[in-house]
């Protein structure tokens, strides 16, 4: 792997280090917590996860944590799954993230940003007004702690003020997308049962109206445990019959009340992508997420109050709730409702120019697609003010790393970042302190004692492994809905090394402590004993012109053989002859490995994904092994249901040969 010699892509000077809330936070943690003053951010990670304890009780004061209840200790049990944080404690999540309002109520809470581009400020005495007056109409409407509240929304104010209001009174908050079908939001809603749904009567995308009245009355009729449906008129509809109006729940001025809950009581379910089966719901709570939001806002981002924060996201994805939460820093969230590529696909940058943004997230996906469309963004916007743009959702490719610093500008804090809905938050990624390395996750995150894994649970350092946790992290779940003895938590993290998280992803960790992710453990290609992540060929194969994505599999066959198709979404006018099918095989040769040149390479109508844009590796692995539709693939978790029959067919072919 990378040495420790390579030189950076970007270094961050001395002022930037001694002005990162890190580094203060790590001064001020060895005066109180034992913390090490020398060894910069390598030390205190160390620490961080040596002294469990010491350093989450160092996160909750440096953030000013308000217990109602303090906590009789940090750790009371550390067993995993089922560690038990801050017990006794009691506390509220919205009371935190609305903290901003008593000191700076006139300043911009939320900057609310549609498809024209002209961001619309709501400010923090308005935000917080807004939340008092509905958590109070929740209350009203009967919503007790522990109810779950649930919101069919795209990305705009209203989201964040129910989100807010519902925590407030300690409900459980869950939302979906309004580009999900009623089948996909049914799959979701019926297994946490709400009590109350927040609707749109439709959203805009791509410069278009979608009205999605239809599919709210068929969720209305399929939730029975509704009491109250609240209509929110984005395309400036009425009110249905028998819906409340929501500038009627949200009208009064009234003081919030927070709720006083435990610390591990829930804050809200998230859901996995459901690829298989049901999707699981992920239950997270108010404590945990807040003490974690707090670490990785504050001090992995350096977030503060003078901080714009904009993430490009949906509801439907955990980086939504990771947003709303820059709220607990102070800082100035963008709410973008609209396509990624409208009405060009440099828009995302003109969002970031026109909110100021100092903070920019986006996907991995995005940048790339910017990089093939020619955009060029620090030449075309006043990026300025940006100082870190961070990607998720898959891994940046080198590429896209060194594109960033061309287009974007040359001394820019490059973020690569993974976690997981399952514990909403990063398990590695930005450390303002450290330097970047192409291709390269800065590092672990503080806290988390990240490890990568031989199969004997022998630890590597420069070679691949599983992703495993080897202490808890507050945000883990602390149940799944409807898994009454756990089983079915145990089975998704702590089935391969008991009492450890396994993640499901392929790391390196590097000897001088950053991390490569090379893709899902469960969809490996292990050709004759090595193994390489499906991203490392996606990296490779999509610098090609001519393809505009790409889908690896690897099947182990019946008589020990091993076939790996490589699946390639062509560019407009591109064609799959001879000589792109050499270059295709040429590329993987030179740049990766000679034993993971694919056997065959099929021209496909589209790569399938998730509804948070995920690539559907696994599903696509039982269709090719003949595994019928039904038991292969959850229909209401795919973006594009249509474009799996082609894999079907492949199948079928493949079996008749």
Same mark, same amino acid.
Request: proline share 7%; aromatic share 10%.
């Given at each position: 792997?990378?040495?420790a010699?390579t030189e950076?892509l970007?270094?961050?000077?001395e002022?930037r280090?001694a002005?990162a809330?890190?580094t203060?936070f790590?001064?001020?943690a060895?005066?109180?917590h034992g913390?090490?003053?020398?060894?910069?951010?390598?030390?205190l990670?160390?620490?961080s996860?040596?002294?469990?304890?010491s350093?989450?009780q160092a996160?909750?004061?440096?953030?000013?944590? *308000?217990?109602?209840?303090?906590?009789?200790?940090v750790?009371?049990d550390?067993s995993?799954?089922?560690a038990?944080?801050?017990?006794?404690?009691?506390?509220?999540?919205?009371?935190?993230?609305?903290?901003a309002?008593?000191?700076?109520?006139?300043?911009?809470?939320l900057?609310?940003v549609?498809?024209?581009?002209?961001p619309?400020?709501?400010t923090?005495?308005?935000?917080? *007004?807004?939340?008092?007056s509905?958590?109070?109409?929740l209350r009203?409407?009967?919503?007790r702690?522990g109810d779950?509240?649930?919101?069919?929304?795209p990305n705009i104010?209203? !989201?964040?003020?129910?989100?807010?209001a519902?925590a407030?009174?300690?409900?459980v908050w869950?939302?979906?997308?309004p580009?999900f079908?009623?089948?996909?939001?049914?799959?979701?809603f019926? %297994?946490?049962?709400?009590?109350v749904?927040?609707?749109?009567?439709g959203?805009?995308?791509?410069? =278009?109206e979608?009205?999605?009245?239809?599919?709210v009355?068929?969720?209305?009729?399929?939730?029975?445990?509704?009491?109250a449906?609240?209509?929110?008129?984005?395309? $400036?509809?009425?009110?249905p019959e028998?819906?409340?109006a929501?500038?009627d729940l949200?009208?009064a001025?009234?003081?919030?009340?927070?709720?006083q809950?435990?610390?591990s009581?829930?804050l809200?379910?998230?859901?996995?992508?459901g690829?298989t089966?049901l999707? =699981?719901?992920i239950?997270?709570s108010?404590?945990?997420i807040?003490?974690?939001?707090?670490?990785?806002?504050?001090?992995?981002?350096?977030?503060g109050p003078?901080?714009?924060?904009?993430?490009y996201?949906?509801?439907?994805?955990m980086?939504?709730?990771?947003?709303?939460?820059?709220?607990?820093?102070?800082?100035?969230?963008?709410?973008?409702?609209?396509?990624?590529?409208?009405?060009d #696909?440099?828009?995302?940058?003109?969002?970031?120019?026109?909110?100021r943004?100092?903070?920019y $997230? #986006?996907?991995a996906?995005?940048?790339?697609?910017? !990089? =093939?469309?020619d955009?060029?963004?620090?030449?075309?916007? @006043?990026?300025?003010?940006?100082?870190c743009?961070? #990607?998720t959702?898959?891994?940046l490719?080198?590429?896209?790393? *060194?594109?960033?610093?061309?287009?974007?500008?040359?001394?820019?804090?490059?973020?690569?970042?993974?976690g997981g809905t399952?514990?909403?938050?990063?398990?590695?990624?930005?450390?303002?302190?450290?330097?970047?390395?192409?291709g390269?996750?800065?590092?672990? $995150?503080?806290?988390?004692?990240?490890?990568s894994?031989d199969?004997?649970?022998?630890?590597l350092?420069?070679?691949v492994?599983?992703?495993?946790?080897?202490?808890?992290?507050?945000?883990?779940?602390?149940?799944f809905?409807? @898994?009454?003895?756990?089983a079915?938590?145990?089975?998704?993290?702590?089935?391969?090394f008991?009492?450890v998280?396994?993640?499901?992803d392929?790391?390196?960790?590097?000897?001088?402590?950053?991390?490569?992710?090379?893709?899902r453990?469960?969809s490996?290609?292990? *050709?004759?004993?090595?193994?390489?992540?499906?991203?490392d060929?996606?990296?490779?194969?999509?610098?090609?012109?001519?393809?505009?994505?790409?889908?690896?599999i690897?099947?182990?066959?019946?008589?020990?053989?091993?076939w790996?198709p490589?699946?390639?979404?062509?560019?407009d006018?591109? #064609?799959?002859?001879?000589?792109l099918?050499?270059r295709? =095989?040429q590329?993987?040769?030179?740049?990766?490995s000679?034993?993971?040149?694919?056997?065959?390479?099929?021209?496909?109508?589209?790569?399938p994904?998730?509804?948070t844009?995920?690539?559907?590796?696994?599903?696509?692995?039982?269709?090719? %092994?003949?595994?019928?539709? !039904?038991?292969?693939v959850?229909?209401?978790?795919? @973006?594009n249901?249509?474009?799996?029959h082609f894999?079907?067919?492949?199948?079928?072919?493949?079996?008749a040969?």
């Amino acid at each position: 792997m990378t040495s420790a010699h390579t030189e950076p892509l970007w270094q961050p000077d001395e002022e930037r280090i001694a002005a990162a809330a890190v580094t203060r936070f790590q001064a001020w943690a060895a005066e109180r917590h034992g913390a090490p003053s020398e060894g910069g951010y390598p030390a205190l990670h160390r620490w961080s996860v040596d002294e469990l304890e010491s350093f989450w009780q160092a996160v909750a004061e440096w953030f000013d944590i *308000r217990f109602s209840t303090p906590y009789e200790r940090v750790l009371g049990d550390r067993s995993m799954p089922g560690a038990e944080w801050f017990p006794g404690a009691r506390l509220n999540y919205a009371e935190h993230a609305l903290r901003a309002a008593e000191e700076r109520p006139h300043d911009t809470a939320l900057l609310h940003v549609d498809e024209t581009h002209e961001p619309r400020p709501t400010t923090w005495a308005e935000l917080r *007004r807004q939340v008092g007056s509905l958590a109070a109409e929740l209350r009203a409407l009967g919503v007790r702690p522990g109810d779950r509240v649930s919101g069919y929304l795209p990305n705009i104010p209203e !989201a964040v003020v129910a989100l807010l209001a519902t925590a407030a009174v300690g409900g459980v908050w869950t939302s979906c997308a309004p580009d999900f079908g009623a089948r996909s939001v049914l799959d979701r809603f019926q %297994q946490v049962e709400p009590v109350v749904l927040f609707t749109v009567d439709g959203y805009r995308y791509g410069g =278009k109206e979608h009205d999605r009245r239809d599919t709210v009355t068929e969720l209305r009729a399929e939730l029975p445990t509704l009491r109250a449906v609240v209509h929110i008129p984005l395309l $400036g509809t009425e009110t249905p019959e028998g819906a409340l109006a929501w500038a009627d729940l949200t009208a009064a001025d009234v003081e919030p009340f927070f709720e006083q809950v435990d610390f591990s009581h829930p804050l809200w379910v998230l859901y996995s992508s459901g690829t298989t089966g049901l999707p =699981k719901a992920i239950v997270q709570s108010q404590g945990g997420i807040l003490v974690e939001h707090l670490k990785q806002l504050g001090l992995h981002c350096d977030l503060g109050p003078e901080d714009v924060f904009f993430w490009y996201t949906s509801t439907g994805w955990m980086m939504w709730n990771f947003l709303v939460s820059g709220l607990l820093t102070g800082t100035t969230v963008v709410i973008y409702d609209g396509s990624p590529g409208y009405p060009d #696909t440099g828009a995302q940058w003109r969002v970031a120019e026109r909110t100021r943004a100092t903070l920019y $997230g #986006t996907s991995a996906a995005y940048v790339m697609a910017c !990089a =093939k469309a020619d955009v060029h963004p620090g030449r075309d916007f @006043d990026l300025s003010t940006i100082r870190c743009v961070a #990607t998720t959702g898959s891994p940046l490719p080198p590429d896209g790393f *060194r594109w960033l610093r061309d287009e974007v500008r040359e001394n820019l804090w490059i973020a690569s970042v993974s976690g997981g809905t399952d514990v909403c938050s990063c398990f590695a990624g930005a450390v303002p302190t450290l330097p970047v390395h192409i291709g390269e996750l800065q590092a672990a $995150g503080l806290g988390t004692d990240l490890q990568s894994w031989d199969p004997s649970g022998k630890p590597l350092i420069g070679e691949v492994g599983e992703l495993v946790v080897t202490n808890p992290m507050p945000s883990m779940p602390i149940r799944f809905w409807n @898994d009454p003895d756990g089983a079915r938590y145990r089975d998704s993290y702590f089935e391969m090394f008991p009492g450890v998280w396994r993640h499901g992803d392929w790391i390196t960790i590097t000897d001088h402590g950053s991390v490569v992710i090379h893709g899902r453990s469960d969809s490996t290609l292990n *050709r004759q004993g090595v193994r390489m992540g499906s991203a490392d060929i996606y990296e490779a194969v999509e610098r090609l012109p001519e393809i505009r994505e790409s889908l690896v599999i690897g099947l182990e066959e019946p008589d020990g053989g091993y076939w790996m198709p490589l699946f390639v979404h062509l560019a407009d006018g591109a #064609t799959l002859d001879e000589a792109l099918v050499g270059r295709i =095989k040429q590329t993987i040769r030179t740049e990766l490995s000679p034993r993971h040149v694919p056997d065959d390479i099929i021209a496909v109508p589209g790569v399938p994904h998730t509804l948070t844009g995920k690539r559907i590796e696994v599903p696509v692995k039982r269709l090719l %092994q003949g595994t019928p539709m !039904a038991k292969a693939v959850n229909p209401g978790s795919v @973006d594009n249901l249509d474009l799996l029959h082609f894999y079907e067919e492949v199948a079928r072919k493949r079996a008749a040969e």
